[in-house]
T-cell receptor, first 113, second 116 residues
Framework: AQSVTQLDSQVPVFEEAPVELRCNYS??????LFWYVQYPNQGLQLLLK??????LVKGINGFEAEFNKSQTSFHLRKPSVHISDTAEYFC???????????FGAGTRLAVHP | DTGVSQDPRHKITKRGQNVTFRCDPI?????LYWYRQTLGQGPEFLTY????????KSRLLSDRFSAERPKGSFSTLEIQRTEQGDSAMYLC??????????????FGPGTRLLVL
């Protein structure tokens, strides 16, 4: 079965500092990978996705992620964070034949002034 | 394109009552999914529709849960005889059919259920 591990439950960082949120997945077949962001009391917003092609994918709000097949990782990065980036971030992998997503437990990014 | 919408956004009910949630997917998306998210956790898959056909159900979906998508457009999720453990955020998502574009699920704002 496919699974997703987000290695950090919380990441505190100062404003304008770089950040990396780590995600590892397990799968024996080709995968599609996603990062979603969730603000308090809201649904999930798609940040970026890897479906095929270039392993470096760029998303909204200045985020990017790199698909590393050998390390089965899909880490999310931003070179300079803002207070408004404070939110919960979820890594997800497509599973099965019907597009079911398997999510990690989430990483809470807290940006401090 | 107004995105995925869900109604109600919040629901408080007493244990033992029945509740029903509605999801309206992005127009022309033929795939629809329900997920449940408990506090501090990532969403967990509940069920999946392609058009009106329910093609996959999670073991999380006990006999008290039922989902329908009668005309292949909106969907409803009903919980009968609610229990306190049903308290969660219920998320709906939709995706288009076919190809890589169909791999991306777009989520609604969720319905937060509190069972007292």
């Amino acid at each position: 079965a496919q699974s997703v591990t987000q290695l950090d439950s919380q990441v505190p960082v100062f404003e304008e500092a770089p950040v990396e949120l780590r995600c590892n997945y397990s799968s024996s077949v080709s995968v599609y990978l996603f990062w979603y962001v969730q603000y308090p009391n809201q649904g999930l917003q798609l940040l970026l996705k890897y479906l095929s092609g270039s392993t470096l994918v760029k998303g909204i709000n200045g985020f990017e992620a790199e698909f590393n097949k050998s390390q089965t990782s899909f880490h999310l990065r931003k070179p300079s964070v803002h207070i408004s980036d404070t939110a919960e971030y979820f890594c997800a992998v497509r599973s099965g034949g019907y597009n079911k997503l398997i999510f990690g437990a989430g990483t809470r990014l807290a940006v401090h002034p | 394109d107004t995105g995925v919408s869900q109604d109600p956004r919040h629901k408080i009910t007493k244990r033992g009552q029945n509740v029903t949630f509605r999801c309206d997917p992005i127009s022309e998306h033929n795939r629809l999914y329900w997920y449940r998210q408990t506090l501090g956790q990532g969403p967990e898959f509940l069920t999946y529709f392609q058009n009106e056909a329910q093609l996959e159900k999670s073991r999380l979906l006990s006999d008290r849960f039922s989902a329908e998508r009668p005309k292949g457009s909106f969907s409803t999720l009903e919980i009968q005889r609610t229990e306190q453990g049903d308290s969660a955020m219920y998320l709906c998502a939709s995706s288009s059919k076919g190809g890589l574009a169909g791999e991306t699920q777009y989520f609604g704002p969720g319905t937060r259920l509190l069972v007292l």
